[in-house]
């Protein structure tokens, strides 16, 4: 090839890859704008916060109450299963009995 034909072919493709992009660009924007809302509003779950006309002279909120960190002692803890005596005398367990493990036959050797 000549330099000529060269020259055409090198502007012929660069037309191509430009007509390209062009048109790649020209579809984002169609996508961008299908995307964008049309009619857009914003709710508001609770209305602003106001402060009432004496909020100076009353206090924010009711003071706690101190804890001694004690656990309460009118409830006297309770075992999950009585000792062998209680069960003995006909307490029943709070817990059902734990399964018993099940047993499959041996696996014959190959």
């Given at each position: 090839?000549t330099?000529?034909?060269?020259?055409?072919?090198?502007?012929?493709?660069?037309?191509?890859?430009?007509?390209?992009?062009?048109?790649?660009l020209?579809?984002?924007?169609?996508?961008?704008?299908?995307?964008?809302?049309?009619?857009?509003?914003?709710?508001?779950?609770?209305?602003?916060?106001?402060?009432?006309?004496?909020?100076?002279?009353?206090?924010?909120a009711?003071?706690?109450?101190?804890?001694?960190?004690?656990?309460?002692?009118?409830?006297?803890?309770?075992?999950?299963?009585?000792?062998?005596?209680?069960?003995?005398?006909?307490?029943?367990?709070?817990?059902?009995?734990?399964?018993?493990?099940?047993?499959?036959?041996?696996?014959?050797?190959?």
């Amino acid at each position: 090839m000549t330099s000529i034909a060269n020259r055409r072919a090198y502007r012929t493709e660069m037309l191509l890859a430009s007509a390209m992009i062009v048109a790649g660009l020209t579809m984002s924007a169609a996508a961008l704008a299908q995307l964008a809302p049309r009619h857009a509003q914003m709710a508001q779950a609770t209305p602003p916060l106001r402060s009432t006309p004496d909020a100076a002279s009353k206090p924010a909120a009711p003071e706690d109450s101190p804890t001694t960190g004690a656990r309460p002692s009118e409830i006297a803890p309770q075992p999950a299963r009585p000792d062998a005596d209680a069960q003995k005398a006909g307490a029943a367990p709070v817990l059902p009995p734990a399964p018993a493990e099940k047993m499959a036959p041996a696996i014959p050797a190959k």
